[in-house]
């Protein structure tokens, strides 16, 4: 033990070791179970098919694009957030967080009023031949509405940060607002900002309430796992759900560790 380190009761960490323990295994078994429940020939059947890989290959392009426009709206008012004083931030602030307490389905309902067909804006969009119902476009909707509040909250997390008397020093020395803000704010703050970006691409790939309500068509992984469940029982639904979870893991892991090297970059002293 480090002379820094705090004495540790035995009982306690026991105590703590074991609740830690079973939470893990709470979590594991049932993925675990699962996995062993699929057969090779199982596996390659259910990969094989067109329909499979299609809604795969659309869960990741939809979360990717939920995750730049989580970034190119969801950064400017994180910075904001972190940086600005004005009536009604603690409004502006819960109304960020709301998506997380709203019952998907629910927001599915509630964004059918504006982007179904008879919709606010649906129904204008579809005189431009712009579809939401049954689109990637609404799919992307639905995935944005129940992630974004992880890239705002993680980048003005990031942010805050940052010391502001550096952007300080850069004004003083003639950068202009947008010149501190690209080389100074934003590279500082970027591995809160890609954490986050990484959390609403994780969670985007995730969604099926507010995804099965709004859009349906074309099936996501999510919305395919439940059809096939529905069809066929455990067996071909459990099978997908095995191929994308790993699909989904390695992708997280790799993430994971570009988002851990960024933080070794940033704390490492200029050379």
């Known amino acids: 033990m480090r002379d820094n380190d705090p004495p540790r009761s035995r009982g306690l960490h026991f105590i703590f070791s074991a609740a830690g323990g079973l939470l893990l295994a709470f979590l594991l078994v049932p993925l675990l179970r699962m996995y062993a429940a699929q057969t090779p020939a199982g ?3 259910v990969a ?4 499979v ?6 869960s990741l392009e939809a979360a990717f694009l939920t995750a730049a426009i989580a970034a190119l709206l969801g950064i400017p008012l994180a910075y904001m957030l972190s940086r600005s004083r004005f009536p009604g931030k603690g409004i502006v602030e819960a109304l960020v967080d709301l998506p997380l307490a709203i019952p998907h389905t629910v927001v599915g309902i509630a964004l059918l009023f504006v982007f179904g067909r008879k919709g606010l804006v649906g129904e204008p969009a579809g005189l431009l031949g712009i579809t939401f119902w049954g689109s990637t ?3 992307v909707i639905c995935m944005l509405f129940v992630s974004v509040p992880y890239t705002v909250q ?7 940060s940052v010391d502001p008397n550096m952007e300080k020093a850069a004004r003083m020395l003639g950068a202009g607002p ?3 803000f690209g080389r100074v704010s934003l590279p500082m703050a970027r591995r809160g900002i890609f954490t986050g970006l990484m959390l609403t ?3 985007s790939i995730s969604e099926f309430g507010a995804v099965i309500i709004l859009a349906y068509y074309p099936m996501t992984a999510p919305v395919k796992i439940y059809d096939l469940f529905l069809q066929f029982g455990l067996g071909e639904s459990s099978a997908l759900a095995v191929i994308f979870l790993t699909v989904a893991l390695v992708l997280f892991i790799v993430l994971r560790q570009i988002a851990g090297s960024l933080g070794t970059k ?5 050379s």
């Open 43 to 45: 596996l390659a059947k």
């Open 137 to 139: 476009a609404g799919i």
């Open 266 to 270: 940033r704390g490492r002293s200029p």
């Open 53 to 58: 890989r299609a809604a795969i290959g659309l």
């Open 178 to 180: 947008w010149s501190v």
């Open 154 to 160: 993680s980048a003005r997390t990031g942010f805050e």
């Open 201 to 203: 691409f994780a969670r």
């Open 48 to 51: 094989a098919s067109p329909d």
